[in-house]
């Protein structure tokens, strides 16, 4: 029976190694494989794998590519050099947030822009409108396969193969040769450690798939701790800590917004208030908060909403992501997350939970 759902070349794989699939972004997807908690300790210690064939790639090539993205993309665009590569927003007119994406500098005349899966179609759209007669734009996505190796022992997996990506540092990419095949490797990603981000031909996925994991210190990981890593780090994800109506500055993120340069959106993210900061909620407890959830004080007034909420394997605790009044203040940052069925003690804390990653060793 179908379920109307889009499915990545690696579908067949991910199921005959027993994988969960769930919906997500229009996707069916592999949430977990052998637990959260096994993948959690696979990508904290040694290497994991992620399909993440379901975000959008575009092209954008020509003499104006540079300054087109430039004006579109919140971070400064005119000073990469190819092989560099740049996490950014791109706003709506009121300074919302359309997307949260990275910008490959491939050449000074073509460049790759990478969106979440959800939002390809009005990315697809924003960037079109605003793109010059001199650009020329092409949605790459539906060909383009992505996987992510990540951990601490990524680099040496991955180099076995390819052993160019030893020199990658932190958000740089280059094009190598993996399999016979023309890639490119990007030394980025999502959870907090080492890792490296694989774009390539969507119908060579399942010879790379099965090519990593004859490495016995790889594991196939799902959504699910993906989203686990992404929360212990303190990572926006978009409709969650992101959207039209959250900007960059709401959702502390100011330093991804070049204030020096003219983009789409900037006097009205400039004006526009800013009646919320984000906190980092650490529970006294293994209870994780939970998205939709409300913050109060110690008092019991409400002063904010949950998120993004999860367990924690790296702390043993539950933690989760949130706004809150900027007129909010606590003694010894005591907070309570809850709904009308119980209350749960907290503590805001500083981020990231988790601070012993291998992201830039």
């Known amino acids: 029976m179908s379920t109307g ?3 990545t070349s690696l579908y067949d794989k991910q199921r005959a190694l027993g994988a969960k699939m769930v919906p997500f972004a229009g996707w069916e997807m592999p949430v977990q494989f052998e637990g959260i908690l096994k993948e959690h300790e696979a990508n904290r210690q040694g290497c994991s794998i992620f399909d993440c064939s379901h975000m959008g790639e575009f092209l954008i090539e020509g003499e104006g590519a540079r300054a087109a993205l430039d004006r579109i993309v919140t971070q400064k665009v005119l000073d990469m050099t190819p092989g560099t590569c740049r996490y950014g927003m791109a706003l709506n007119d009121q300074g919302g ?13 073509k460049w790759m822009v990478v969106v979440n899966a959800a939002n390809i179609t009005k990315d697809r759209e924003h960037f079109e409108r605003h793109l010059g007669p001199d650009v020329t734009f092409t949605d790459i996505s539906v060909g383009t396969a992505k996987l992510d ?4 022992l990524s680099r040496e997996v991955l180099s076995a193969l390819v052993p160019g990506i030893q020199g990658l540092s932190y958000y740089t990419f280059g094009e190598f040769d993996l399999l016979g095949e023309k890639v490119v490797i990007s030394r980025t990603g999502y959870t907090g450690e080492l890792g490296f981000e694989i774009y390539y031909p969507w119908d060579k996925a399942e010879r790379v798939w099965d090519q990593l ?18 929360i212990e780090v303190c990572y926006p994800l978009y409709g969650h800590e992101l959207s039209e109506e959250i900007s960059p500055f709401d959702a502390g993120l100011r330093m991804f917004v070049d204030q020096g340069k003219d983009f789409i959106g900037k006097q009205a993210l400039l004006t526009r208030p800013v009646p919320l900061q984000t906190v980092c909620v650490l529970s006294d407890s293994r209870r994780a908060p939970r998205q939709g959830q409300r913050l109060y004080s110690p008092e019991g007034s409400e002063v904010g909403e949950i998120t993004s909420g999860t367990f924690s394997p790296a702390l043993g605790f539950g933690i989760g992501l949130g706004f809150v009044k900027k007129t909010f203040t606590s003694t010894d940052k005591v907070i309570i997350f809850g709904d009308e069925k119980f209350r749960q003690p907290a503590r805001i804390v500083t981020r990231p939970f988790y601070k012993e990653g291998s992201l830039k060793n």
């Open 149 to 152: 190796v990540q951990g601490p």
């Open 5 to 7: 759902l889009l499915r």
């Open 213 to 230: 994991l004859l490495d016995a210190r790889v594991r196939p990981t799902g959504l699910g701790v993906r989203d686990v890593l992404r």
């Open 97 to 109: 947030t359309i997307d949260d994406l990275i910008v490959y500098c491939i050449t000074p005349r």
